[in-house]
């Protein structure tokens, strides 16, 4: 009875439900939001902020400092060597070596003696550190790869580019001859310059023949070597012409 009751009464005063559904229409849009300008992409690309990278902590990696190695007893015995040819040698030539076997390398030092030549075989580790405290500073590019020296105590550069002809396992790279440094056509230049002897004796003859024609003129009659000196001294003038005296 009470609930019926309470029904009549609600419906009468116009009952109204707790929730009920409310339907919106769409909002009218009055801002776009308008595309930027090329040119100003580009200037915020351009202009945009890097941060750095972030560096590492101090003390997250050991410091970055070579250790000096000190030089052990074989190499000191080996610079002292090298310092003792570069003193007595006079020529001091430097090949490469191309997988030469040990019998061409046998034909080759023999080939070598037979020219007062010896072969010589350094490791490049301590030629660079001889040379890079040394006069001869300017051959340390020539030791890289498997290198060989061929040594004398006087330049033979004709014997040994011979030899080097018929063994083609040997490149030659350079020289250093009467403390100068050469290339491979400075060498064959070299070798084609005349002996020491060859140019005394030509320079002694040279003097000879002057001495022997000076000679030759004074024991000739006086008149004729007046005549040679007025010639001489017509020449050497300015206008040509002297007088007679």
């Known amino acids: 009875m009470a609930a019926t009751l309470c029904v009549k009464l609600l419906r009468k005063q116009g009952w109204i439900p707790l929730t009920h559904s409310v339907r919106h229409g769409s909002k009218a849009v009055t801002r776009h939001r308008r595309p930027m300008h090329f040119l100003k992409q580009k200037l915020m690309a351009v202009t945009k ?23 052990t007893a074989l190499m000191t015995v080996m610079k002292r060597d090298l310092k003792t040819l570069f003193q007595n040698y006079k020529m001091i030539a430097v090949a490469q070596n191309n997988a030469s076997t040990s019998e061409d ?15 010589k075989f350094y490791p490049n580790q301590v030629m660079r550190s001889f040379l890079s405290a040394s006069v001869y500073s300017n051959m340390a590019p020539l030791f890289i790869g498997p290198t060989v020296m061929f040594v ?24 250093c001859i009467d403390d100068t440094l050469l290339s491979i056509q400075g060498v064959v230049n070299y070798s084609k310059l005349p002996s020491v002897s060859v140019v005394q004796g030509e320079l002694v003859s040279g003097l ?4 022997s024609n000076t000679a030759a003129l004074l024991q000739r009659h006086p008149a004729h070597l007046s005549a040679l000196l007025q010639q001489y001294v017509r020449q050497e003038s300015p206008d040509g012409s002297t007088e007679a005296t």
């Open 152 to 175: 004398s105590k006087e330049p033979k550069v004709k014997e040994m580019l011979m030899v080097l002809k018929s063994s083609p396992q040997m490149t030659l790279l350079g020289a």
């Open 49 to 71: 902020y890097i941060p750095p990278e972030r560096g590492a902590p101090p003390g997250a990696y050991p410091p970055q400092t070579k250790p000096v190695q000190e030089d």
């Open 208 to 211: 000879t023949m002057l001495t």
């Open 105 to 119: 390398m046998m034909i080759l030092k023999h080939r070598f003696f037979k020219h007062g030549i010896a072969v």
